[in-house]
């Protein structure tokens, strides 16, 4: 065996292996499956031009050499991004712990109430701190959130708003750049009209839905809004805050002077700023919006014992069910980052959090005072950790900064911006002041005293937080130690089974990938550095740009979208432009096929499209003859269409050549949703197909780890003609000669994960690339081989093959009275997280098992489902009592005195023979989602106060 060979650690299955593996699918080589799977007329005719693959060690070594070249400087560059301490038990137990960062998205709570429990906490902590009554389980970054809170509040206006068509969006000029920049992209191919300036001279009209304001403001000013807020409610405009979520440990919170939302960011509470991201961006509202909310809400429930029980609440929101209908696109949000930041909040509690701020307050006052000392004028008369100090000379300033390795910020030739932080103490403020000094040809003698807290009693908060024993309990490392791991261990991740979650793509994120993300070189990045101090991450960026054209045969990629549904989004949104350019701004038509996957709809509605559905053959394919009618109905005013591919039904469709000629003949645009890349790369492309853009889930195909559900990364690829609309950033710019504005706030999104996929494919290589997908596509069809014989398989190629996933119909098994969820419920007994249910097609499982899965496990799951369909068979219609129909078994139902069941305890919980060697628990009973729904709870109290 080959030991510094990357790609024997990466794919499952052995030599040996495969050969019994082919013999059972029917074919003599993986090289004859895949030509019997993928159409010749798209196959690949050359290798792929990348780099000759590292060893592990080889790679780590490299990473360390690019590492040092990143300049760490001391940053007070500020704008939503601060320097942090990250408690080492947080780092250690979550960050870089398999059992938090493998985990999905807990869709299926019964093996997720570990992660559900810390999100709960995290929840609890948001609304809390802002004073709303409601908050989300997180959002991408503060940008996006507050795009979110426009929308939300635009598509909740009253109906005399809508007939007055009240349209206008009032944005502080307080506000940060990039989330201007971000809410321009949103607002525009919507209708919404934005409006800046000042809010202390703006005057309302009955136009005027929202406002958007900054709590402190950019520059660092806190205002007192009451005016402000007074004047709006007149006019029913609903006010929206973007809020510094540590400041409001000790300012009063927007929920108490009359915010309708407050968004942000909660990368202050010990996140890496890692050049940009990830990081979780926080959403609070009122309860009346509770049907409106963006996002995921972690809500409290019981479960079929009447035991406290959390799950995803109100999921009929989501864009998987509303589709075109959603009011937001958003799917990936920022789950190990809000869980990060949760535990941040836990571990500190309330008391350690004000600390924390009053510490920076008074250090920045420090800062203040010594201004003072040496005439220097500073422009705030309130703030928590933000200085505007009028210089003679910025040039000269800044020149003298960089030479003592210091950032600050410069809004303008004779402003100086500083914030302090976290890790900031007194030297510091002594060598910030002695710089200015310098810079002003002034003589600075130093204090050893740190200056009161400044806060005006007005401003100060005098309401308790962060009261629920949760944050009181666990402020020694050991008890935080020991908490983090008993939720740890209620939640199935990779490192017990494999998660077979079609379009998910959950395969093995390798542990040397993970190493370089806790490094200081790549975590304490500020964003809005000067490029020549992030060398180390430019050539990473630049580099990954290069695979990835490479991967996709197209022209350049912008790496800015933070998620797969930012990435739709952004695709669509450069189509518009460019149709735009040409002087077809009425092209607004998006053909989407019936399968497609529920984001696809919704961020088309969002980048200003009119969906058209297309029919499916009874095959599961795109139907042609009405696709190519539907173009020609189309023809004046086709802008795109959104295809999947292979097929969300797991299907190579060898007429996806002629579907794109079609809508480039009717003068649309074709954009290729990437979320089933995994099956292509090194096979096929997208350029291949005829697609013009597509977007790529790095958190799927290219190995970033799904983290309990984010982060993710969903950049965009496009071919030379899109290329100038590439996004950019208001501050570092980036994207093409006539770029769009921002999709994100960072100029690179969450660029610390791209270290990952950077990782990946310098590590597998062309070859090594091209063998995953062979044998993603091989573990499917192995499955399929063994499960037909049991179950209806929907779809296949023409030759009978699936491509790298297939969907397995329980829907006969409806008049036994067992459904898709009882199988879904079931699979946990036997130590598996369910594959994705009911979707694209209601009452069916959709199985991925990806490349590095080996046979031993793919058989294990076979074996569950083929023992699960001879439970169906035994059950009597109308059984209640079944096995499938009481599953979940928990630890608690099978040591209890009484069992009232008709089958033994080791039918229930040991029904096969692994089982007895390594056995996972799920920690409740099936859950009562319409209870949680009905009595919505969305915070950490106990759930007897609501019983």
């Not at 958190?699 to 965009?716: R, S, W």
């Amino acid at each position: 065996m080959k030991t510094d060979s990357f790609v024997l650690r990466h794919i499952g299955p052995q030599k040996n292996e495969v050969k019994e593996m082919v013999k059972t699918i029917g074919v003599n080589s993986i090289d004859d499956l895949i030509n019997k799977t993928i159409p010749t007329n798209i196959r690949l005719t050359n290798d792929l031009n990348l780099p000759k693959p590292f060893s592990e060690f080889e790679y780590i070594t490299h990473i360390q050499k690019l590492s040092n070249k990143n300049k760490l400087f001391k940053n007070y560059i500020g704008l939503g991004y601060h320097p942090t301490i990250l408690p080492g038990v947080i780092q250690r137990n979550i960050l870089e712990n398999p059992g938090w960062y493998t985990s999905y998205t807990p869709y299926q709570a019964e093996i997720s109430q570990g992660r559900l429990e810390a999100l709960l906490n995290y929840q609890t902590m948001v609304m809390e701190l802002t004073g709303m009554e409601l908050a989300n389980a997180s959002l991408l970054d503060e940008g996006t959130a507050a795009a979110e809170a426009m929308l939300m509040l635009f598509n909740s206006r009253t109906r005399a708003q809508k007939k007055e068509n009240a349209t206008k969006f009032f944005v502080s000029n307080e506000v940060l750049p990039q989330t201007i920049d971000v809410l321009k992209t949103r607002a525009y191919p919507l209708g919404i009209e934005l409006v800046f300036g000042n809010h202390q001279n703006f005057e309302f009209t009955s136009v005027v839905f929202g406002v958007l304001i900054q709590y402190p403001s950019k520059n660092g000013q806190i205002y007192d809004y009451s005016t402000f807020i007074n004047k709006a409610k007149v006019v029913d405009a609903k006010i929206a805050v973007a809020a510094d979520l540590l400041s409001l440990t000790i300012l009063t919170p927007p929920g108490e002077w009359g915010a309708d939302v407050v968004i942000g960011t909660t990368q202050r509470f010990g996140i890496p700023m890692g050049y940009g991201g990830p990081h979780a961006g926080y959403f609070a509202t009122k309860e009346a919006y509770k049907r409106a909310i963006p996002g995921r809400i972690i809500g409290v429930s019981h479960d079929k014992d009447g035991n406290r029980a959390l799950r995803m609440a109100l999921q009929t929101r989501e864009q998987h069910i509303k589709r075109e209908k959603a009011t937001s696109n958003i799917c990936t949000a920022q789950v190990l980052l809000a869980v990060m930041a949760g535990m941040y909040g836990v571990y500190h509690g309330s008391k350690g959090l004000i600390y924390i701020a009053s510490k920076i307050q008074k250090l920045t006052t420090t800062l203040n005072e010594g201004l003072k000392q040496l005439n220097i004028k500073q422009l705030n008369t309130a703030f928590f950790d933000t200085l505007t100090i009028e210089v003679s000379n910025t040039v000269k300033l800044k020149e003298i900064a960089e030479k003592k390795e210091i950032n600050f910020f410069y809004p303008s030739p004779n402003l100086v911006s500083i914030s302090i932080n976290e890790t900031s103490n007194l030297e510091d403020i002594h060598e910030i002041i002695s710089v200015l000094a310098e810079a002003e040809d002034k003589k600075y003698i130093g204090s050893n005293s740190i200056a009161e807290n400044s806060i005006p009693k007005n401003l100060t908060r005098q309401s308790p937080f962060m009261e629920n024993d949760t944050f009181k309990k666990y402020h020694s490392e050991t008890e935080m130690m020991r908490y983090i791991k008993r939720l740890e261990l209620k939640d199935l991740s990779l490192t017990h089974s494999m998660i077979s979650l079609g379009s998910c793509t959950m395969k093995l994120n390798a542990a040397t990938e993970m190493l370089p993300l806790s490094w200081p070189n790549w975590g304490n990045m500020h964003p809005f550095v000067p490029i020549e101090q992030a060398q180390g991450y430019q050539e990473v960026i630049t580099d990954l740009e290069t695979y990835l054209n490479e991967i996709t045969g197209f022209a350049a990629t912008s790496l800015q979208p933070n998620s797969g549904a930012q990435g739709e989004y952004a695709g669509l949104t450069v189509i518009k432009a460019f149709h735009e350019s040409k002087g077809n701004k009425h092209r607004n038509i998006c053909l989407i096929p019936s399968s497609a996957h529920g984001t696809n709809p919704a961020s088309a509605v969002m980048a200003g499209f009119k969906v058209v559905v297309t029919k499916s053959t009874e095959k599961g394919n795109i139907d042609v003859d009405d696709l190519r009618e539907k173009a020609e109905l189309y023809k004046d005013s086709l802008g795109a269409l959104m295809v999947t591919y292979p097929s969300t039904h797991g299907v190579f469709e060898s007429s996806i050549k002629e579907i794109t000629k079609i809508i480039h003949e009717f003068g649309g645009q074709v954009y290729m949703d990437g979320a089933n890349m995994n099956a292509q790369v090194g096979l096929t492309n997208p350029a291949s197909i005829g697609a013009d853009v597509c977007h790529l889930n790095l958190h799927k195909t290219f190995a970033i780890p799904h983290g309990g559900g984010g982060p993710g990364v969903g950049p965009i690829c496009v071919a030379k003609h899109l290329v100038p609309f590439l996004p950019s950033n208001p501050i570092i710019p980036t994207g093409g000669e006539k770029a769009t504005t921002a999709i994100s706030s960072a100029p690179w999104g969450s660029a610390l994960v791209l270290l990952i996929s950077y990782s990946y494919i310098r590590m597998l290589g062309a070859n090594g690339l091209k063998q995953s997908t062979k044998y993603a596509i091989l573990n499917a069809n192995y499955i399929k081989a063994r499960l037909e014989k049991h179950y209806k398989i929907l779809y296949t190629g023409e030759n009978g093959f699936a491509a790298h996933e297939m969907i397995v119909d329980f829907r006969e098994f409806k008049e036994k009275g067992a459904d898709v969820t009882d199988v879904s419920k079931r699979l946990m007994d036997f130590g598996y997280h369910a594959p994705t249910v009911s979707f694209p097609v209601h009452g069916t499982l959709m199985i991925e098992p990806t490349e590095s899965e080996n046979k031993n496990e793919l058989d294990r799951f076979c074996d569950a489902l083929i023992a699960i369909k001879s439970e169906i068979n035994e059950m009597k219609s109308g059984d209640t009592n079944s096995v499938l129909k009481n599953a979940p078994h928990t630890q608690e139902m099978l040591t209890s005195n009484e069992w009232n069941y008709p089958y033994t305890r080791q039918k229930a919980a040991f029904p096969l023979p692994y089982l007895k060697e390594n056995k996972f628990w799920p920690s409740v009973r099936r859950i009562d989602d319409a209870f949680g729904d009905r009595n919505l709870v969305c915070s950490c109290n106990p759930i007897e106060d609501y019983l």
